[in-house]
């Protein structure tokens, strides 16, 4: 009696314990860093907690299941928190198709990850942390078919060259607090769309998590400065859930059109959060949005296809 007494406290106790973790996952956790940093991971969360709950269930753990069915409850709310991703159905004016890309600098296989890029057959290409060796070799495979470009490139991560099959109208390299990003006008289908592509602080720590915060409010001011639709994209090292998206979303009325979509860690064309982002303001919409495996990097690329509704 005394063991089953034992055995069904320490049963109890995990479940309460993940009854806590399921509040800190789904309240506070953006204002202390190594929490964040776990939240991020909500949406291999939520199908890992939903798995345990149903092996505890069937082994009939019943108050460890329920424990678990919560966290894995309060994991999903927050996955959900972002929304769906807007889509203009046809017909719409001529589409921009752009692809953002994270190559990870100290890859080697340039060619493949151009290729990857080309694949997608993209109007306007992003490509982040290049250094001076990527900027050479994309000049060097992509000037004949894109012609037109921005080049930021930089030795600690967080370089980014900017491609074009169009003209780049005032292309220019601003900084966004220490890092660089790249403004830019492109005509689509004889309108004017603002191009915004940027890269943030990855939040390793407490003070790179404030760094980041920072420019997001810099980025939603620097959104605001200009009524031309405009489309914000990079690797924004922030998941849609985070706070400081949710403030920037709501201030300048941005919307992500990727739904969720996991980008980092990849492995064999999958992952785990959703870190790269691409955002559109007013009449912007999309026709489709997907992922693609970039050759020797830790991101999946994301792709597409940026259109104008009918009035």
């Known amino acids: 009696m005394f063991r089953l007494q034992l055995a069904t406290r320490w049963k109890v106790g995990l479940s309460i314990g993940f009854l806590v973790l399921a509040g800190v996952i789904a309240f506070g956790a953006d204002k202390i860093w190594p929490l964040l940093m776990l939240r991020a991971f909500a949406i291999p969360m939520q199908w890992g907690f939903a798995v345990f709950a149903v092996v505890l269930f069937l082994l009939r753990h019943w108050v460890l299941s329920a424990g678990v069915?919560?966290?894995?409850?309060?994991?999903?709310?927050?996955?959900?928190?972002?929304?769906?991703?807007?889509?203009?159905?046809?017909?719409?004016?001529?589409?921009l198709r752009?692809?953002?890309?994270?190559?990870?600098?100290?890859?080697?296989?340039?060619?493949?990850?151009?290729?990857?890029a080309l694949a997608e057959n993209p109007d306007v290409i992003c490509f982040q942390e290049v250094d001076q060796t990527w900027t050479e070799a994309l000049v060097k495979a992509l000037t004949t078919k894109y012609p037109y470009r921005c080049l930021a490139p930089r030795d600690d991560l967080y370089g980014m060259a900017l491609f074009s099959r169009f003209p780049l109208e005032g292309a220019a390299v601003q900084m966004l607090g220490p890092m660089p990003a790249i403004e830019a006008r492109v005509q689509c289908g004889g309108m004017t769309v603002r191009l915004i592509a940027a890269r943030l602080r990855a939040p390793e720590s407490l003070f790179r998590l404030?760094?980041?915060?920072?420019?997001?409010?810099?980025?939603?001011?620097?959104t605001?400065?200009?009524?031309?639709?405009?489309?914000?994209?990079?690797?924004?090292?922030?998941a849609t859930w985070d706070d400081a998206f949710q403030a920037y979303t709501t201030t300048t009325g941005m919307k992500d059109i990727t739904s969720n979509a996991p980008t980092w860690p990849a492995f064999q064309g999958h992952a785990l959060v959703p870190l790269d982002h691409v955002l559109l303001s007013g009449k912007l919409g999309t026709t489709?949005?997907?992922t693609f495996t970039i050759p020797g990097s830790d991101h999946l690329g994301l792709s597409t296809t940026i259109c104008f509704a009918w009035e």
């Open 69 to 95: 069915a919560v966290a894995a409850i309060a994991a999903w709310q927050i996955s959900i928190f972002a929304g769906p991703a807007i889509a203009i159905p046809n017909p719409c004016f001529s589409g």
């Open 224 to 238: 605001m400065e200009d009524t031309l639709p405009t489309a914000v994209f990079g690797d924004l090292n922030t």
């Open 210 to 222: 404030q760094e980041r915060n920072a420019q997001w409010i810099r980025l939603a001011e620097w």
């Open 98 to 116: 752009l692809v953002q890309m994270n190559v990870l600098q100290p890859n080697t296989d340039h060619e493949g990850a151009i290729q990857a």
């Open 288 to 290: 489709g949005s997907g």
